[in-house]
């Protein structure tokens, strides 16, 4: 299945590799851990990250309620695990660079309070319904049974956080950025992000800007053009569990 997972996650720039309080001061990017009485969770969404900061949780006799957050997504299955962690354990989130693919997907919105800062980056591009996957036929009988496993997870999770599961997906249909140039720090739209007013009608609720203001465009205006500002239509209704298998 490593294939697949390939195909599945977001592009992530930097190393996987989990580092130690030390050597995060060196590699600020990567690392998992508890750091003044915060979750610290930096770099890819993985099920070895998500272990590590389960047990660190666990051990913890103060348990925090918050967990910081920069990650440009990882796979599905791994977000949703983090997300539902949060959810069951009714964590605050906090993002502070970005938080992009199943960070976004699933991590933000299991939060009980969602904190952004002024120049805290977001970014969707697509889900486990998302239609337009593409996958060679040599895989495609194992993209299936995984693809549908997904969906169905998918599905009973953003029902159970009461988010509609077409947050992740709607940007598609008013921008088609994948037929662009992938990669966050090249040329080419990555994904979609919505304003603080529609986020709410995903059901997105409780986000408080740590700044008073929430505008990363203006304080990162080099990534500006990567992300498409989507305008949810005044007509949408919120609806869970949109797709259902």
């Given at each position: 299945?490593?294939?697949?997972?390939?195909?599945?996650?977001?592009?992530?720039?930097?190393?996987?590799?989990?580092?130690?309080?030390?050597?995060?001061?060196?590699?600020?990017?990567?690392?998992?851990?508890?750091?003044?009485?915060?979750?610290i969770y930096q770099g890819e969404i993985t099920e070895?990250?998500?272990?590590?900061?389960?047990?660190?949780?666990?051990?913890?006799?103060?348990?925090?309620?918050?967990?910081?957050?920069?990650?440009?997504?990882?796979?599905?299955?791994?977000?949703?695990?983090?997300?539902?962690?949060?959810?069951?354990?009714?964590?605050?989130?906090?993002?502070?660079?970005?938080?992009?693919?199943?960070?976004?997907?699933?991590?933000?919105?299991?939060?009980?309070?969602?904190?952004?800062?002024?120049?805290?980056?977001?970014?969707?591009?697509?889900?486990?319904?998302?239609?337009?996957?593409?996958?060679?036929?040599?895989?495609?009988?194992?993209?299936?049974?995984?693809?549908?496993?997904?969906?169905?997870?998918?599905?009973?999770?953003?029902?159970?956080?009461?988010?509609?599961?077409?947050?992740?997906?709607?940007?598609?249909?008013?921008?088609?950025?994948?037929?662009?140039?992938?990669?966050?720090?090249?040329?080419?739209?990555?994904?979609?992000?919505?304003?603080?007013?529609?986020?709410?009608?995903?059901?997105?609720?409780?986000?408080?800007?740590?700044?008073?203001?929430?505008?990363?465009?203006?304080?990162?205006?080099?990534?500006?053009?990567?992300?498409?500002?989507?305008?949810?239509?005044?007509?949408?209704?919120?609806?869970?569990?949109?797709?259902?298998?």
């Amino acid at each position: 299945m490593k294939h697949l997972v390939l195909v599945f996650s977001f592009l992530v720039v930097g190393c996987t590799s989990l580092k130690d309080a030390s050597e995060s001061r060196h590699n600020p990017e990567v690392f998992v851990g508890i750091e003044d009485g915060n979750l610290i969770y930096q770099g890819e969404i993985t099920e070895t990250s998500n272990n590590v900061i389960f047990s660190l949780f666990r051990a913890a006799e103060f348990k925090p309620n918050r967990l910081i957050i920069s990650s440009q997504g990882g796979e599905i299955g791994a977000g949703m695990n983090l997300g539902q962690w949060v959810r069951d354990n009714n964590l605050d989130v906090e993002v502070t660079r970005v938080c992009a693919s199943s960070c976004a997907n699933y991590v933000l919105p299991a939060a009980n309070t969602k904190y952004l800062r002024k120049d805290s980056i977001l970014i969707w591009h697509g889900s486990a319904w998302q239609s337009n996957w593409h996958v060679d036929q040599e895989h495609r009988e194992a993209f299936n049974t995984y693809i549908t496993l997904m969906r169905k997870k998918e599905t009973d999770f953003y029902a159970d956080i009461a988010v509609d599961n077409l947050l992740a997906t709607y940007g598609q249909s008013k921008f088609n950025f994948l037929d662009s140039t992938l990669g966050f720090f090249g040329k080419g739209t990555v994904g979609f992000d919505y304003s603080k007013a529609d986020m709410k009608k995903f059901g997105l609720v409780n986000i408080v800007l740590l700044d008073g203001e929430w505008d990363w465009r203006k304080y990162r205006p080099d990534r500006s053009n990567l992300v498409k500002r989507i305008r949810v239509d005044d007509d949408f209704e919120f609806k869970l569990r949109r797709f259902e298998i």
